[in-house]
């Protein structure tokens, strides 16, 4: 079974609308972390933003804001306003305890085109 | 500046023969991780090290070896028992601890002559 889920696989939208990108984990442990990165065409994954499952506050940066519900098991990432910078690919990650090493299961990735 | 090199960018390989992937990190992390890419999928997890002369098998760790000799290197090696290599292949390095996120390096692309 997949630990991270990422549904939509490619969305498109045009500039200035908003664009929320779904993610549904699945983890047994009380203490984890997720994560969410960025892949632009030049293939670096960039770090966006980390929570543990202890901090439920939802996050807003700029133009990016985060939900987590631990109720659905879900940490979506909304793009307010979206430009064309942010075509890229990007990723859900969730970091748990295996036998002493904090693995990281990846989602599929999904794919975000923002025309102009 | 603090990151993580990977090199060379492009890298073709012929049949039955070993190629290494190269990466730095100058970012002083004790733990490093190999992973790899297939259009339209996620990241899959080749070998990772969590300290120097030490690493373990991933997910993925057939036909690839690894060496951690230098807590600085972490080279990847893929063997000619790796009998579909194409990929895109994406380097990392974290401090270990499980709420600090993994910095990776620009990647190389493998592919087939």
């Known amino acids: 079974a997949q630990k991270v889920t990422q549904a939509q696989t490619e969305i498109s939208v045009v500039e200035k609308e908003d664009v929320t990108l779904d993610c549904v984990y699945e983890?047994?442990?009380?203490?984890?972390?997720l994560f969410w990165y960025k892949q632009p065409p030049s293939g670096e994954l960039v770090f966006l933003i980390r929570?543990?499952?202890?901090?439920?506050q939802n996050e807003i940066s700029g133009r990016y804001s985060w939900n987590f519900q631990k109720s659905t098991s879900s940490f979506n990432f909304t793009i307010t306003a979206s430009q064309v910078v942010d075509s890229a690919v990007y990723f859900c990650a969730l970091s748990e305890a295996v036998h002493n090493f904090n693995k990281f299961y990846f989602g599929s990735g999904t794919k975000l085109n923002v025309k102009p | 500046d603090g990151g993580i090199t990977q090199s060379p960018k492009y890298l073709f390989r012929k049949e039955g023969q070993n190629v290494t992937l190269s990466c730095e990190q100058n970012?002083?992390?004790?733990?490093m991780y190999w992973y790899r890419q297939d259009p339209g999928q996620g990241l899959r997890l080749i070998y990772y090290s969590q300290i120097v002369n030490d690493f373990q098998k991933g997910d993925i760790a057939e036909g690839y070896s690894v060496s951690r000799e230098k807590k600085e290197s972490f080279p990847l090696t893929v063997t000619s028992a790796q009998k579909n290599p194409t990929a895109f292949y994406l380097c990392?390095?974290?401090?270990?601890?499980?709420?600090?996120?993994?910095?990776f390096g620009d990647g190389t692309r493998l592919s087939i002559l």
């Open positions: 983890t047994r442990d009380t203490t984890y972390y």
């Open positions: 929570r543990n499952s202890f901090d439920e």
């Open positions: 990392a390095s974290s401090s270990g601890q499980g709420d600090q996120p993994q910095h």
């Open positions: 970012l002083n992390h004790d733990a």
